[in-house]
């Protein structure tokens, strides 16, 4: 008992905390419905779970498919040391957007529907059908893992075989439905504020998710590099800090187009409430982080490195929440913020997808890749000497 007390740390009190919250919030929603524990109405029916869950959640997880296409489709190998907690962040993201899905649905227990009724003009039911075949991908990618862990060399080699196509139907899936859920705002035009609305939503979601998958790459690897002391590929991450400027770049150049074709620039002028929040997620999601990021002293650096990324996922939040909330809110004539049960299942969520993360990463060689290191490194003085000079660096943390 007092060995159990002693492992207690303050963040695993404050885990207990939120999934206790978030447990019992789990209760009232499935029990009473979505009347008793959120703030949505039929004037507003989406709210936090939409915009953050689901929005917020499949971007977040663009790295798997943007890191698996640099190694596996471009073959630049070198980046193969941080595909796996990559892949794995991926898996966790997809799995938990299905999970948050649940919460919002009225009916929750009908969301296999969408595998038996086909209606091939909806954009939902593209997403869906994208949504679950790239969440079984990811699970076929990161299988390799769990084969490992337990010697199952046969299946091993199966699925090594197929990885390239897994890849290839990887990215495939993922620029459908990363692109399709801004397609989703595209049939309302009269409800979306004029800043948000605009008929490349499915394009500025599909690079923004590019741009935010890069930055995702960068905090998992140095909250992993935190939580499990290992070392952190520097090298690997500036060169990510690079991809990050050159899409950043490109949105910005893409939303600046789009404000001037649709004459929409006197809107950024006006005294209102979606005006700051546009001024802020440009701000911070986009012209700060490429500002800092553009520097190559910052982007060498771990402290700047990180900062720049976080101001990118940051930004990439607060736009999503603008478009599915505050974009909304003027037409719909209703000021939205959500339940606290709202805020303590989506918390609770996040929560899990840390925890899994962790138990993954401490119980399977999620940071193992290729052959073993200490096999193929040579004896002798001056081949050692040969093999330290050509290792890569790592900044250990």
């Known amino acids: 008992m007092k060995r159990k007390l002693q492992s207690l740390t303050f963040w695993k009190i404050v885990a207990g905390i939120i999934i206790a919250s978030g447990l019992y919030a789990t209760y009232i929603r499935f029990t009473q419905g979505l009347g008793a524990s959120t703030h949505l109405s039929d004037q507003f029916p989406w709210g936090l779970w939409i915009g953050f869950d689901i929005l917020c959640g499949v971007g977040l997880a663009a790295g798997g498919f943007t890191l698996a296409a640099i ?118 035009p009269e409800k979306l504020y004029a800043l948000w609305y605009t008929p490349y939503l499915p394009v500025f979601f599909y690079v923004s998710a590019i741009s935010v998958g890069c930055a995702m790459v960068i905090m998992e690897s140095f909250l992993s590099s935190k939580a499990f002391k290992k070392g952190l590929e520097m090298n690997l991450l500036t060169e990510i800090g690079r991809i990050i400027v050159v899409m950043l770049a490109v949105l910005l150049t893409m939303k600046l187009m789009d404000l001037s074709n649709r004459e929409a620039f006197p809107l950024l002028l006006l005294p ?81 997808g840390f925890v899994v993360f962790s138990l993954a990463a401490r119980y399977l060689p999620v940071f193992k890749h290729g052959a073993d290191p200490k096999a193929a490194r040579p004896h002798g003085f001056e081949e050692e000497l040969l093999y330290l000079s050509q290792s890569r660096h790592v900044e250990v943390v």
């Open 272 to 352: 209102r409430w979606e005006t700051y929040m546009y001024w802020l997620e440009i701000g911070v999601g986009i012209i700060a982080p490429l500002v800092l990021l553009s520097i190559p002293k910052v982007r060498q650096n771990s402290t700047g490195l990180f900062a720049g990324a976080l101001l990118v996922i940051i930004g990439f939040v607060v736009n999503r929440l603008n478009i599915s909330i505050t974009g909304m809110e003027a037409w719909a004539k209703v000021s939205y913020f959500p339940s606290w049960m709202e805020i303590a299942i989506t918390l609770m969520i996040v929560t899990t």
């Open 71 to 188: 190694v596996h489709i471009f073959n630049i190998k070198r980046f193969e040391p941080i595909l796996r907690p990559t892949i794995l962040t991926a898996f966790l993201g997809y799995v938990l957007v299905i999970v948050a899905l649940l919460f919002d649905l009225g009916r929750p227990l009908q969301i296999w529907h969408a595998i038996i009724m086909w209606n091939p003009h909806s954009v939902m039911f593209e997403v869906a059908w994208c949504v679950m075949l790239y969440t079984t991908v990811l699970a076929l990618e990161f299988s390799p893992v769990v084969l490992e862990k337990f010697n199952l060399t046969r299946p091993l080699k199966i699925i090594k075989r197929m990885t390239a196509p897994l890849i290839i139907l990887g990215v495939l899936l993922s620029t459908l439905h990363q692109s399709s859920l801004g397609s989703l705002y595209l049939i309302v």
